[in-house]
């Protein structure tokens, strides 16, 4: 058999025996003939028996007609070039066969993968290479490709850099492009046209940020100075990114960023360097400033292998905060003198801010007056125990921001005192300069021993130790306050022997005289050894006194008395043994007046505890009925267990309706300062949603507008901006025709009996104001004037066209968002509000719920009834014991030794002949005041011992002899008298040291 086909029209080709013939992928190899030869080669005629004969494993059915024409059935070519077909013929034992191989065909599509890698930096080259191929039809690669066809490869894509790209014949004849590299543009997915002829396919790189070479700190304004208050934190995180040439955010991490500062500002916490996350960002969290006022910078830098990247930087302008004080101004006259018991000069206080100006917020009683004694120390804060006054109330014609402290009185202790102003609101405290005032003692009023002398008593004898009246005193001037007053008093003392007028004999002094003359020099008089004479006349257990008049001749007509009683015996024997009745009777007196002192002063803490607890009670029955009519449940507040639990329950209310979402300003707030009132879209909030967006969006372009109260601060502002800031001062508005605020609707005045529908009211009784309220109202008195608020625009139209048939009619906003204007156009975009959303912030706020504010006013009246609660109890407790300490055995026993000393008393002043007590001047007697500093027990004096008396041991200073003298009486009572009569003459300066 002999086989052979036509291809392309062209001469026939033979095919062998088991032989390979190419043919286009998924075409025909057509004109397929064949001629059957026998054994001698001659070719057999096909008949009909023959063609039937004849099996081809290509096709199923052979057509007759056509074998019998000596041809064959079309082969079918593989659509994969990777595929044969094997082609069998057979025919009464003859058998041929051959094969059919698929070649490509022309190339109809092409086909672009990229390799190991699709991300590229921005900036950088592609690692990985772009393989294009050519395929047929049927998928197979195009093999044969002709000189000159790169020419006719052409790559394209946004930004992409054409000078960096190479194209080359890759293996396996394919088309290999590398240098891809992009410049510009965004980041994220990116498509490259890969073009050959009219073929065309696509490849998506993922385009990332290149190295980073920039910085930026987002949501940060670094073209303007952050205004940050000291000692205050910024109201954002610093957050550092690190971004590419073309500002795009990297993703680099574990990059170190540090921010660098100048030494003229302190952050805290201190920023320390740190590392970029997954995101190519450095959080330095937010810090607080502090450092003086002005404008200082700050840097991020990232060192990003040896290569340093600096930021922005950011520059902090620190403004002082007006609302902080830092020190207290005092004015006072400082060439004044003082003097016990007059009145203090006018101290005048003006508390100066971090502006450097005074700070006109602060509120009386957050200042106090501290007067105390000084101890010689620069006391920097004023100790526990001081006098403490608040401010006088203001009087017309004070000066605002100014605190007046008149008519003060001078302390009674002569001295050097300090004074000092306290600023206290719980959040600062500050603490004036030291104001040391000198105070001098009053004039001179009375005469006073230093030391008490007992009650002398003499015979006319021979023995000196029995004519002794005075061994050693001392007599001091002092004023109407116990303070010594002779300094610089120079004079004289007369001692003089007095008695009754009914009584004719008077003891003369040693010397036969009835007068002795001291030396007075700087207030003070010494008396020594005074003695009656030997045998001098006298009545025998008469009560005589020496009378001490002191004069000065540099002072005029002023004397001072000072009276000391003595007895006066004709008998030695008697004398000594009326002397020991003496010292029991001075015994005696000091420890009755000990005991009256103890319980007077016990009495009247009682009536003081009284007062206290009646006080105590009415406050908290007046906060309890306040708490009635505020609806708080009175079963809580039986113990201070129940108010506590009710008082924890108030509070967490209060802090979750703190924390509900509200409405608030997105606008950048004012620089604070006392003159800069704030933006307007701070100034004001308003409760009602509807209300709240239609005034918004009426006021859009005045919302950023800074209010300032001065013309030279609003330039001052609009300096700094740039003139890109609205602002508007107070005393440059015209304030004449600014509307009345509370005045009616306009339609009252014509038809007072209309009620028109839609609910008219006035847009500014809307508004609430936070602080201010006063300036407020003429800001959007001038703005808002006399706006109108209805329910929708039917009712707005409707209203309108009644109120213009007799006045003029403002400007109607409705609540679902129409205007009609002053004009009366309304209707169009430019006369409907939008969503709330789109004005980007500028909004008013909305405040704190009525409940919120209930709430707090409910926890300040439960605090105060608990305080009221604690005070009524402990007075009570406190008043309770007192009471049970009258009631005490011990002091049972000191009323008993009391009767007992006083029946004593009246014994031996009966056995002494005395029907009242001795008179020791005209004046009280007061011992001397130990200092401020002295302990009450160190100011007790002890009494020196004398074993038996002679001429220089009798009484001394004027105190009575020890024990070993006077008749012993061991009993309980008389060791406790005794002990208080010690004690007495120094315990009014013991009370007078607790400085109240």
């Known amino acids: 058999m002999e086989l052979c086909y036509h291809g392309d029209g062209t001469k026939a080709s033979p095919i062998k025996d088991g032989q390979e013939i190419l043919g286009t992928a998924g075409e025909h190899i057509k004109g397929l003939e064949f001629t059957i030869k026998d054994e001698a080669g ?70 672009c993968k990229c390799g190991s890698g699709t991300k590229v930096r921005l900036g950088e080259i592609l690692d990985s290479h772009i393989l294009v191929t050519l395929k047929d039809k049927y998928g197979n690669d195009v093999q044969k490709l002709y000189h000159g066809i790169l020419k006719e490869l052409s790559v394209s894509g946004d930004g992409l850099v054409d000078d960096e790209m190479e194209r080359a014949l890759g293996q396996g004849c394919s088309f290999d492009i590398k240098g891809i590299k992009f410049e510009g543009g965004s980041l994220g997915s990116r498509e490259l046209c890969v073009k050959w002829k009219e073929l065309t396919d696509y490849v998506r790189v993922e385009v990332i940020a290149g190295k980073p070479t920039k910085i930026t700190i987002p949501d940060w304004n670094v073209d303007q100075p952050v205004s940050i208050y000291n000692d205050h934190k910024f109201s954002k995180p610093l957050i550092v990114q690190l971004c590419d040439e073309s500002g795009n955010a990297s993703s680099e991490p574990n990059v170190k960023v540090q921010l660098a500062k100048e030494p003229g500002f302190k952050l805290t916490p201190v920023p320390q360097p740190q590392k970029t996350d997954v995101q190519g960002r450095a959080y330095f969290g937010i810090m607080t400033v502090s450092g003086k006022r002005g404008v200082f910078e700050m840097q991020p830098k990232a060192f990003c292998g040896r290569t340093v990247i600096s930021g922005p930087k950011i520059k902090v302008s620190i403004q002082p905060d007006v609302t902080k004080p830092i020190s207290l101004v005092v004015e006072y006259d400082k060439s004044a003198s003082y003097t016990v018991g007059e009145t203090l000069t006018e101290f005048v206080v003006k508390v100066i801010a971090e502006d450097e100006n005074v700070m006109t917020g602060a509120k009386p009683s957050h200042i106090a007056m501290k007067l105390w004694q000084s101890d010689g120390r620069i006391d920097t804060r004023p100790p526990t125990k001081t006098i403490s006054s608040v401010p006088d109330s203001r009087r017309r014609g004070d000066t605002n921001g100014h605190f007046y402290f008149r008519n003060r009185k001078v302390p009674e202790i002569s001295g050097t005192h300090n004074v000092m102003f306290v600023y206290n609101d719980t959040k600062y405290e500050v603490f004036s300069n030291l104001v040391a005032i000198n105070v001098q003692p009053g004039p001179p009023v009375k005469l006073v021993p230093l030391q008490i002398p007992g009650t002398p008593t003499v015979s006319n004898t021979q023995k000196i130790a029995s004519r002794s009246l005075i061994r050693t005193l001392q007599l001091e001037l002092r004023d109407e306050f116990d303070n010594p007053a002779g300094q610089n008093v120079n004079g004289k003392v007369t001692v003089e022997v007095m008695c009754a007028d009914t009584v004719n004999e008077v003891p003369q002094l040693a010397g036969n005289t009835r007068k002795v003359v001291l030396q007075l020099e700087n207030g003070r008089a010494t008396m020594q050894n005074l003695f009656i004479q030997e045998n001098t006349p006298g009545k025998d257990g008469q009560e005589y006194f020496l009378r001490c008049v002191a004069n000065s001749p540099s002072n005029g007509k002023w004397t001072a008395l000072y009276d000391i009683p003595f007895l006066f015996f004709n008998d030695a024997k008697k004398q000594s043994q009326m002397a020991t009745l003496t010292k029991e009777r001075d015994s005696l007196v000091a420890a009755i007046k000990t005991y009256k002192s103890l ?287 009258l009631k005490d055995p011990e002091m049972q026993a000191k009323h008993r030794e009391c009767q007992e000393a006083e029946e004593q008393l009246k014994d031996i002043d009966s056995r002494l002949g005395l029907g009242r007590q001795p008179n020791r001047g005209r004046q009280p007697v007061r011992p001397p005041q130990p200092s401020f500093d002295e302990d009450p027990s160190s100011a007790k004096r002890s009494r020196p011992s004398s074993g038996r008396q002679s001429d220089t041991s009798s009484i001394v200073n004027g105190v009575t002899p020890s024990r070993s003298s006077a008749p012993s009486t061991p009993t309980r009572q008389s060791a406790r008298r005794s002990a208080m009569a010690n004690d007495s003459p120094n315990m009014g300066g013991a009370k007078r040291a607790r400085y109240n």
């Open 599 to 885: 319980f007077v002063t016990t009495n009247q803490l009682i009536d003081e505890l009284k007062i206290a607890v009646h006080e105590a009670n009415r406050e908290k029955t007046k906060l309890r009925e306040e708490i009635k009519r505020q609806n708080i449940p009175l079963s809580q507040l039986q113990s201070l267990t129940g108010l506590d639990s009710l008082l924890q329950q108030r509070v967490k209310e209060r802090d979750q309706l703190l924390n509900v979402s509200r409405r608030s300003c997105g606008l950048q707030p004012a620089v604070r300062h006392q003159e800069v009132l704030g933006k307007i879209a701070h100034l004001a909030m308003v409760r009602d949603s509807d209300v709240a967006r239609v005034l918004s969006w009426h006021m859009t372009t005045d919302m950023d507008c800074v209010i300032t109260h001065t013309l030279r601060k609003a330039k001052e502002i609009h300096r700094d901006s740039g003139g890109k800031q609205q602002v508007m001062s107070l005393d440059t508005m015209y304030k004449k025709n600014l509307p009345d605020w509370d005045k009616p609707l306009p339609h009252i005045r014509f038809k007072p009996n209309w009620r028109p529908a839609g609910n008219p009211v006035y847009a500014r009784t809307f508004l609430e104001f936070p602080q201010d309220p006063s300036n407020c109202k003429i800001v959007f008195g001038s703005l808002l004037g006399d706006a109108i608020i209805c329910n929708n625009l039917d009712h707005a139209t409707l209203y309108r066209q009644e109120l213009v048939k007799y006045t003029h009619c403002p400007t109607i906003l409705t609540r679902d968002g129409e205007r009609i204007r002053s004009n009366g156009k309304f209707g169009g975009l430019l006369n409907k509000a939008p969503a709330i959303e789109r004005l980007r912030g500028a909004v008013f706020g909305e405040p704190l719920t009525l409940k919120y504010h209930a709430v707090c006013t409910q926890i300040d009246t439960l605090q105060n009834y608990r305080v009221a609660m604690v005070k009524y109890e402990d007075a009570n407790k406190e008043l309770e014991e007192q009471q049970a300490a």
């Open 42 to 111: 001659r070719v057999l005629d096909m008949n009909n028996t023959l063609a039937s004969k004849i099996k081809v494993n290509w096709t199923p059915k052979i057509s007759k007609d056509t074998v019998l024409k000596g041809h064959l059935p079309d082969v079918k070519v593989p659509n994969s070039a990777s595929d044969t077909k094997y082609c069998h013929i057979s025919c009464t034992g003859v058998e041929f066969s051959f094969t059919v191989k698929a070649i490509p065909g022309d190339p109809v599509q092409i086909k």
